[in-house]
């Protein structure tokens, strides 16, 4: 079971990067307008959920590979929290409040999933 959890969170992970690329302007939006160079962390983080993808569907992750994981997806954090409170679209379709805010916690059993393959 846990094989099956790796490869689909493998196949999420690779298509979201590769969304950053294919979709780079919708999620430089979603980048806290504090932060500089939007376009480089979007560019950035999409190659890093690539390589997470790739390892997670060549193999079981390592205690490493998971913390790496737990720190992006805690690095990535902020521009979920700023997506929910200014209700910002990542794609051409407004996601409702709910969505953005159920979002949030989504993230946290992501984490603990992660952290038990």
Request: with cysteine; net charge positive.
């Amino acid at each position: 079971m846990k094989r099956i959890i790796s490869i689909v969170f493998g196949l999420v992970f690779s298509f979201a990067g590769v969304l950053h690329f294919k979709n780079e302007e919708n999620f430089r939006r979603i980048v806290p307008s504090y932060l500089p160079f939007k376009k480089t962390a979007v560019l950035v983080t999409g190659v890093i959920e690539c390589v997470f993808g790739i390892l997670l569907l060549i193999k079981q992750p390592t205690n490493g590979l998971k913390n790496a994981i737990t720190a992006f997806l805690l690095a990535v954090f902020p521009a979920n929290i700023y997506m929910a409170r200014k209700k910002l679209p990542l794609g051409d379709k407004p996601l409702s409040p709910w969505a953005l805010y159920l979002r949030l916690p989504m993230q946290f059993l992501l984490i603990s999933i992660i952290r038990k393959l």
